[in-house]
């Protein structure tokens, strides 16, 4: 007779406890930034909705970033470094290819020997990251859990790139998940359409930069097709997140989408015909678009700013490279 195999399951709900966040030491203005791609203060203030970006020191690294971001996190959650069992990082701009940045965080922020390992889903990525974080939870696989987006960009932008390098910060955000009495964090909606990889992304791959045929690797994006995408596409998949949740738009408490370009946030509150009473995340005015970072970075701001929306209903949105997209209704702690 075959032995019969134990099969864990875990808690019934899980909810995000706490934020964390950690940005880059300077405040980089438009001013700084016109000159390599001939424009203005102006013209990126009309069609991004920023303001300032905050740009990290040469010497600080996504790694740095995302364990400040951590020990925040956990530190506000009340749960022990040491009870923390997975560690996810959602980034696209580790220093190196490996080791992942998720074990070397988890070493500095007192959660070894958590299980640890890196996601590359862009600017979806940390909506990856909780839906990973919920699942592995209530499966039994953890019992708590650190998601941390973050990212050096500044890293990967060419100042003269006239398509992305002025939208670009860095920064990182973490929250710990863990269970809970009542659902915390509803039902992900989440895909990707392989088919416009090319719409954002790397311009050069590393071995062609080695080989020399290329220059160092920069992001590009065309504007056009990502706005049209974002607008009209991933709205449909903000609705679908409200719906799948079993609530209405006017059951939520604050709105944040990655911070991607103001014209796309508004843009997307006009289309799900959000009440006044939402509060939106806007840190893309003085963070600019930290992708994988965005979402924690705006929630953590909403937060400090808002301290009334603890306990309300949050609906956010990642969508990026890839295409790739992810969107749940989390409870705010």
Not at 64 to 76: C, G, N, T, V
Not at 139 to 163: C, F, M, N, Q
Not at 311 to 322: K, N, P, R, Y
């Amino acid at each position: 007779m075959t032995p019969q195999l134990i099969q864990p399951t875990g808690a019934a709900h899980t909810r995000i406890y706490a934020y964390g966040a950690a940005r880059g030491e300077n405040a980089v203005p438009n001013e700084d930034l016109i000159e390599p791609i001939n424009s203005s203060d102006e013209w990126i203030r009309q069609r991004t909705g920023i303001i300032t970006r905050v740009r990290a020191d040469a010497g600080t690294t996504a790694i740095d970033l995302a364990a400040d971001a951590a020990s925040e996190a956990i530190q506000r959650s009340g749960i022990a470094a040491d009870k923390i069992d997975a560690v996810i990082v959602a980034t696209i701009s580790n220093p190196k290819q490996t080791p992942s940045v998720s074990a070397i965080v988890a070493d500095r922020v007192g959660a070894n020997p958590a299980a640890a390992y890196d996601l590359n889903a862009a600017c979806a990525g940390f909506a990856y990251g909780v839906a990973q974080a919920d699942a592995l939870i209530r499966a039994g696989a953890a019992h708590y859990a650190v998601v941390i987006g973050t990212e050096k960009l500044s890293d990967v932008v060419d100042p003269t790139d006239r398509s992305i390098s002025f939208l670009l910060g860095d920064g990182a955000g973490a929250v710990v998940v863990g269970p809970s009495e009542t659902p915390g964090i509803g039902p992900t909606i989440w895909g990707s359409d392989g088919s416009k990889a090319d719409a954002v992304g790397m311009n050069h791959t590393l071995t062609e930069f080695r080989d020399g045929v290329a220059p160092w690797p920069t992001l590009r994006q065309e504007g056009p097709t990502v706005f049209r995408w974002a607008v009209w596409e991933m709205v449909k998949v903000a609705r679908q997140a409200i719906e799948a949740a079993g609530i209405t738009p006017d059951d939520l408490a604050a709105f944040v989408p990655h911070q991607a370009n103001m014209r796309i946030i508004d843009e997307f509150a006009k289309q799900l015909k959000l009440p006044e009473s939402v509060v939106i995340g806007r840190d893309i005015e003085t963070t600019g678009n930290t992708s994988a970072a965005s979402i924690p970075l705006a929630t953590h701001r909403l937060l400090e700013e808002h301290p009334e929306l603890s306990g309300g209903l949050a609906l956010q949105i990642g969508f990026g490279a890839g295409l790739v997209f992810g969107a749940q209704v989390v409870v705010l702690p």
